[in-house]
């Protein structure tokens, strides 16, 4: 699998759930991917984070399992540092 600009874009772009949806079918055709209908609060492990939110799992054909989660940022300055340090 290779990224498109276009998927790049996309997820550089604001968490549209909607959006995410297809583009995780994208990044994982064979997984079977379950959303719940109310993202589930965690505990925030680090100071910059506010609080961290499981939005969902994706459960491989190798039977491993991916928990999707959201980390809210304490700060904007750590938003803006993450977005700059991922491009």
Known sequence: ???TPSHQSR???PYPRGEWRS???WLFPNGTLKLFSTPQPLT???K???STLQL???ELEN???IALLAAIPASLAFTHW???SLS
Do not use: E, Y
């Open 63 to 65: 039977g491993n399992i």
């Open 56 to 58: 969902g799992t994706i």
């Open 48 to 50: 910059k984070v506010k």
């Open 23 to 25: 583009l995780l079918h």
């Open 11 to 13: 997820l550089r772009q």
């Open 1 to 3: 699998m290779s990224t």
């Open 44 to 46: 925030a492990s680090q």
């Open 82 to 84: 993450i977005a700059t």
